[in-house]
């Protein structure tokens, strides 16, 4: 069976200050139909890249190389006209900030009818219609009066649900979601995710979900990568990754989370700060924070392996026992 | 490459700060009553104006060493409360009490706002935002030495390296300026620019929540340590109640402007009372957690 969403060793090179610089380094991840996979880890490690890079909405001069496959067809070569008609019909994108992202001259109306209007030629009222029944499905009362309201007239909350309308409306099989609830309040995030996993499960939609929550991206999905300066470090299914974390970074990441059930006298930090791609230094992009790192961590880049089902990048995966609690003998203390 | 020397608390010897921090009789915040209208201009033409209850009657009491968490939801009127506490905006009721010397009005006079200034420091969220992109660190932590404490040159330049070296800093980043440090390393800066006026009270308004994870593990300690060693007080303003059971001994919830739940951190995350702070602890991602629809906001 072929893959809905096939990345393989996909590298990305930007202009910035006049030179290139890496952003992704061989970053490889299939996504399948109906299958939730999270892109997780901390700023510059190549999350959102990695998300673009898929609609090719790359910042200006971006070098792509490796294969970008869409159900089982390369994207590598594909014309402008090509990606234009893959990003309205195929694959759309939920972007972090409703505000910085829907024009705020439009009316909610005319922006989530503007995709099937231009793009599939359906007539504006029955575009219209089909919006308003989206509206409320995604938890919006009295839509007709919402389509002709302007997006400073709407709460973040309720920006981001016309957001995902839009979205929806054009039926995308893969929806690449760019934190799309990192700017909303708690409750509210709460209740989009609920949104988003509902209409997955109703419509069969893939995601490719983007955050830097871990415990959100468990939560939510079935598979879990974790990048770290423009590599996936980890592949690994939400339960395996919280019980038995293979990469250093993964388990360092889960341990020094604040954990909302206990107070822990002193978290557990990771020494250094996180490093964009093209700060990393030779061999394994983690060692200088490391508490494993040995003289093989500097010389060559680890490659990725299989282990147990999960895909890691370590020269010591296969000798270290790591956890991702502090208490980690007695497993998490609630629940 | 600059890499972040981070310092564990332990190597480093207690420094005068701890000696010098002013003696507080009675709480170092105590706050009654508090309240915040703003007038909202709408209708036509601006001419009806309404009212807007920001804050409805919170009232508080703080020990010095100890740490109070202010938690709620965008709107909950949490910020509105730190800038009232700092002075930023003005009380339209109640009243507040810092250091045992009421600011319930306006300062009048460059010395009382420099006086309010040395018993109350504030660490906002962002930290790009926070510091002069064009004024260096040390210099940045020099004017709020010369502002509030009488020392000489050379004692303001010894302080200035024992403030970087509380927060992780080496003496080569005081030399810098912002755009040359990382996130963290500012959101360091700026908690050291707040140490240097030797306040009885921090306000620390969502200071850690723009950090990665990783290193808000490393503020959170170094704030924790700081408490410890110096016995100054904490307001800790955050939506993110994991990091609020890390850093508070007390808790208040907020929802709309109004006290729903205030007590022990431990007791109200472990047994709330509130149906509000039920929901919100009910809101927070964790292993074998269910999103539930609750409707719009």
Sequence with gaps: MTHLLNIENLSVDLVVHRRYRKVLQDVSITVERAEVVSLVGESGSGKSMTARSVLNLLPAQGKMSGDIAFDGQSLMNASDKDWQKFRATRAAMIFQDPRASINPVHRIGDFLTEALVHNRGMDRHEALARAATLLEQVGIDDAKRRLR???????????????????LLIEPELILADEPTTALDVTTQADVIAILDDLRAQRDMAMLFITHDLELAAAFSDRVAVMYAGYIVEISTPTQLHSRPLHPYTAALLRSRPMLHERTARLPQI????L?????????????????????????LPQPQLINGSVVRCHRANELELVSTVNAEGGHSHG | MPKAVIRMGDETAITPLA????RVDGPAVHVMGLRKVFRV?????????????????AS????????????GESGSGKTTIARMLVGIETIS????????????????????RRRRGSEMQIVFQDPYTSLDPRQSINSCINEVLKLHLTMTEDERRQRIIELLDQVGLTERQGIVLPKNLSGGQRQR??????LAAEPAVLVLDEAVSALDVSIQAQIINLLNDIRERTNMAYIFISHNLAVVRQVTDQTLVLKKGVVVEQGDTEKILDTPEDEYTKLLLASVPEPGWKPRRVGVD
Excluded: W
């Design chain 1, 149 to 167: 309201q302007y997006p400073h007239e709407l709460s973040g909350g309720m920006l981001q649900r016309a957001m995902i309308a839009s979205v």
């Design chain 1, 271 to 274: 020494s250094g700060r996180p």
């Design chain 1, 276 to 300: 964009s791609a093209f700060e990393a230094p030779p061999g394994c992009p983690f060692q200088d924070r490391c508490p494993y790192v040995q003289a093989q961590c500097g010389g060559s």
């Design chain 2, 19 to 22: 000696q010098k921090l002013r």
């Design chain 2, 41 to 57: 201009s709408g209708g036509a033409g601006g001419r009806h104006h309404r009212d807007f209850v920001a804050v409805e009657g």
């Design chain 2, 60 to 71: 508080f009491s703080l020990e010095q060493g100890h740490s109070l968490g202010i938690v």
């Design chain 2, 93 to 112: 009721g109640g009243t507040i009490n810092v250091a045992g010397r009421d600011r319930s009005a306006t300062a009048k006079s460059t010395s009382e």
């Design chain 2, 189 to 194: 800066v700026a908690i050291a620019r707040a």
